[in-house]
Structure formats: structure tokens, C-alpha cells
């Protein structure tokens, strides 16, 4: 059963960090491309940031990049996210996905699997 878990959501200040984890089971981790996205209540889940499965090339969204970083370790099957100056902007439900190869996709399409979420309020 493929499995994604998020964890590291929180309540922080603007101009703080949180880093996001997101462990995954049951899949070939390391030949997938993992994504993060967001949503907010009424809107759509947003792309914010990609890494391919082996070559860890990444793609980050303009609204965050510069202050998120995505990364990856194969070895213990989780990706990532980490997130410096937070805005309250960035308010919203973080989830986790899992591509069906290695490349990336800025795209939900292109995603299989999806964690449950983790929530992330940034207060001003």
C-alpha cells in the first residue's frame, strides 16, 4: 500500500521557519519526483515545489522561491520542505505528492499519490 505522511505543520510567527517532512511506503522512492503543494479553503491546491526522483533537480513556484527549499533523502524515503520567512500569506494545508516517474511536474495532474495534509498558520 502506498502510503504518504506528512508531519511538521504548525503555528508560527511571520518571518519564521518550519520545515515539513513527508515519509513514504510502499513505493520506489527514489525513481519518484516528489512535489509539495498548498490549498486554502475555496481556492485550488497551488504548486509550490518539485525534485526529481535521482538527479534532485527541483522547480519552486515564484511566490516562494527564495524562502522554500525542497530536498530529499533516498535512503530514509522522505522529502522535505523547508520554509524560511514565512508570510502570512503562506497560510494553508501543505500536502505532500508523489509523481508516477522521476521527472517533475508543476502540475496536480501529475501526481498519483497524495498525503493527508499538514496544516500551516503563519500569524502576523
Known amino acids: 500500500q502506498v502510503q504518504l505522511v506528512e508531519s511538521g505543520g504548525g503555528l508560527v510567527q511571520a518571518g519564521g521557519s518550519l520545515r515539513l517532512s513527508c515519509a513514504a511506503s510502499g513505493l520506489a522512492f527514489s525513481s519518484r519526483a516528489m512535489g509539495w503543494f498548498r490549498q486554502v479553503p475555496g481556492k485550488e491546491r497551488d504548486f509550490v515545489t518539485a525534485i526529481s526522483g535521482s538527479s534532485g533537480f527541483t522547480k519552486t513556484a515564484d511566490s516562494v522561491k527564495g524562502r522554500f527549499t525542497i530536498s530529499r533523502d533516498n535512503a530514509k524515503n522522505t522529502v522535505y520542505l523547508q520554509m524560511n520567512s514565512l508570510k502570512p500569506e503562506d497560510t494553508a494545508v501543505y500536502y505532500c505528492?508523489?509523481?508516477?516517474?522521476?521527472?517533475?511536474?508543476?502540475?496536480?495532474?501529475?501526481?498519483?499519490?497524495w498525503g493527508q495534509g499538514t496544516q500551516v498558520t503563519v500569524s502576523s
Open positions: 505528492a508523489a509523481a508516477g516517474g522521476p521527472r517533475i511536474s508543476s502540475e496536480r495532474n501529475g501526481y498519483g499519490t
